[in-house]
Structure formats: structure tokens, C-alpha cells
């Protein structure tokens, strides 16, 4: 199968960081098909052998066992070409379209690894110059928008150009084989099934936490914050796959549209709720691993009095038939006390005690995303010692199932970017989130941005290293509930 994958923001970070060590992965896996081509688009002027230099160059940078050797990248770097492109400038696509007319491909992939102001020009010239063809897909990284408002601009530019079937809009966290392993967990067994609903569970809490502060993306940061970067697309998107219906077949749009189902039910925010369950947090000076870290408002690019969150709490419901009234609380943020993101399924109680439950202990799924990827099932038992023996103790103790998907399945294990890119190259969209969806989540935060926009107050300050202000732990704990890493 013949592709030409074409990267628009073909020389920036996402590419050379993510994308190119993704491709090389999959050729070495012998996934990519046969017959590619990776053009790579930027405003430098280059030739395909120096831009092939400039991808080995980088190439240094990646994790050890995933860099390739010389030999290997010579072969792989064969697929690589460029095309020097101003995009704002509509006769720079007509060199594209040169490259492309080279050679018959079966689909012709463009890749906008751009800033998002560029989508609908890239789109519109794209169209004019007749690159819109039946064979061509268009990949879309987010920021999607900052709002709904641009959100949907950004959406109805596109979909004049492409039919929905054609784009794919990347959220990496779907193409996680942990996120992968929670479908197969909650609709290719049978276990939990009977007890994934109100009836049984408690709360519902979703955490993923960051150790390192902004870095270098200061400047892009002060402009979005932790709603706009991790909320309204992963943690909604993980909150989804939770509590989704199961969908009639695997197909995309039976997925997608269970999805939707979940944030057209999401409880619609109040002002007593935006002020009690919309919790957000900026990291001050703190210690991570024993080392001093600056607080947000001292970094590289960032305004000294900014009042951009980095770190958000919230609670919220679905208001359907399975899960009327469970908590479902969201919470993520940067210079966290680890690097993790999981999920946890708290049980109920059960309706009658004859054994003492160790206090505050509740039977738990815990489903571990990263950088462990597994479950853990916690249980009770009777695990008395010879010295406990005979002398009537019934208490309880706490104990887990442990399962790691990383020692169960090791090295056949696929990356999120190189699962995505396969997809894309395969057109299945199933990974990939819909305009609709999109923009329900929109729909949903867009509330807590004009709520926060408002407010005078401006987020609580976190030391770095803890985890997050203390707002967040007394959110929760006017349910009677506590954080997992509290209990
Ligand atoms: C990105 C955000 O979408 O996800 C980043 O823009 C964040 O700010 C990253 O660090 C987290 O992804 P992961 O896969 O490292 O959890």
C-alpha cells in the first residue's frame, strides 16, 4: 500500500521528538507498509539529504534501545524527503503538489503538526490546489481551538474541505496501549460488567499528574493552562472510556458515539458548583526528588503575576440510568509529587459487616495507565499471623492482585504515536476523536474558563512536589471520600 505522509511543521519539536522516532519504530516492527514516503514541509531551506542529516542529528536525542544505527537509518531515511513551503503562501503549494504528482500512491496523508492558526489557510490552499482528493486524510494535533467558539470555526474550515471520514483528530492518550487495554478490559470481559455501575461503585477518580513543571513551553502554556491542555481532551477522553456504554461493534462511529452519549450526560455546571467542585491550583517554589524547582510564576516565559492554572480538581456526575450520582472526580497537574496517570474504581461498602475492614479501606479497582502500565484489583483477607492466631482478631487486611501489562506483553508493545500512525495510514478512525465530540467537551469546560476568567481570587498556590492545593483534598472529602494516595 503506497502512502505519502506529508508533515506541515515538518522540522518542529512534535516531529523529530514524537513522530519521526514513531515511524522509524513501526519500520523496524516491519509495520510500516511498503511503498511510503515521509515529507517533511517547513519554511528552512533544505535538501531531502540535509533534512535527512537534521532527523539523524536528532535521532541522538531519543531513548537509547529506540535510536537507530547507522545501517538502520540509512534504510529508513531513504523514505524521507522535504519540501520547502511558506504556508501562508498560496504558490508555495505548488511545489507540494509537484512532489506529490511523482509518483501513484493508494492515500495521501497530511499531517498538520502546525499551529493552529494555520489549519483553515493549510486547508483552504489545500483545496485550491486540488490536494483534497478521495485518498487524502488530514491529521489534526491539538490545541483544537481554546474555546468552542474557535473550536467549531476550526472544525467547519476543515469540513468544508475533507469529509468527516477523512480527518483524524489525534488525542495521543487513545492510541496508549493502556487506554487500548481498558476497552479490552470493560468490553472483552465479563467480570466487571455486572458491577461497573451505580449499584457497586462509590467514586470514581481519575489522576494524572506530572512531575515536571512547563519547561520551555512557557509561552504556549501561559496562553492555555491545565483545562485547556489536559481536561477537555485526555482526562474527558479516559472519563469516556470509563463510562461509556458498550458500544454495538468496534467500529468507529459505535464508539464514538457512546462517547458522546457520556459528555451530552455530563451534569451541567452551576454557580454553586463552579465555586465548590472547579478547583485550580499554580505550582509555587518546591522541592522535586530533593531538588529546589522555581514556582510557575518564574518561568521561562511566564508573567509574573500570571494567573494560568497548572494544576485542576473536579467533580462532576453523569446524569444517566448507570451512573446517577457516583462522583467522578478529575484531577491533573504539573510539578506533582510523581509522574502517573491512573484510574481508580471505588467499590461500595459492603451491606453487612461480620469482619473488621482495616478504616478508611475500600475494595478498589486500580487501573494503572503510566508510567506502570497495569491493574490492581484490592481485596481483603484474613491474614492473620501465628502470633494473631486463636485470639478472635477479625481484622481484616488488605491485599491486591497485581497485573503488569508491561512484563505480560514486554517488547510486542506498541507506542502511542505509532499505533495512531499506522492507524491513520489504514484509515481506522476508531483511536481518533470526532468533531461532535470535541466539541461537547468544549461545551462542558468552556463554563469553568469564563467562571475562573471572572474571578478575582486567581488559582491557589502548590508547593511543587506535593500534590496540588488543599482544596482539592477538601473537595473530595465533603463526600466522605479521600484522594487515593490519602487513604
Ligand atoms: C500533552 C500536553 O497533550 O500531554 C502536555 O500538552 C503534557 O502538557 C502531555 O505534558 C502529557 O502526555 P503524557 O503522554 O506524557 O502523559
Redesign the pocket.
Known sequence: MAFDLVFFGGTGDLVWRKLMPALFQAYRHGTLPEGGRIIGVGRDDLSDQQYRDNIQAKFAQVDGDKRPNDEEFARFAALLCYVRMDLSKPEDYAGLKARLAERQTDSVVMYLSTAPSLFTTVCEQLAASGLNTAKTRIVLE?PLGHDLASNRAINAAVGKVFKEQQIFRID?YLGKPSVQNLFALRFGNALFEPLWRREHIANIQIT?S?ELGVEKRGGFYEGTGALR??VQN?ALQLLCAIAMEPPINAHADAIRDEKLKVLRALKRWTPETLSQHAIRGQYAAGNVFGQAVPGYRDEQGVNPASTTETFVALRTEIANWRWAGVPFYIRTGKRMAARE?HIEINFRNIPHQIFQSPAGQVNKLVIHL?PKDGLELHLFAQGQSKRGAGSGNQTLTPVHLDLDFDSRFGSERVGAYERLLLDVLDGRLNLFVRSDEQEEAWRWVEPILQHWAADPVGPRPYAAGTWGPSASSAMIARDGFCWGEES
Open positions: 491539538k495521543h494524572m506530572e491542555d489536559m485526555h496517570a503510566q
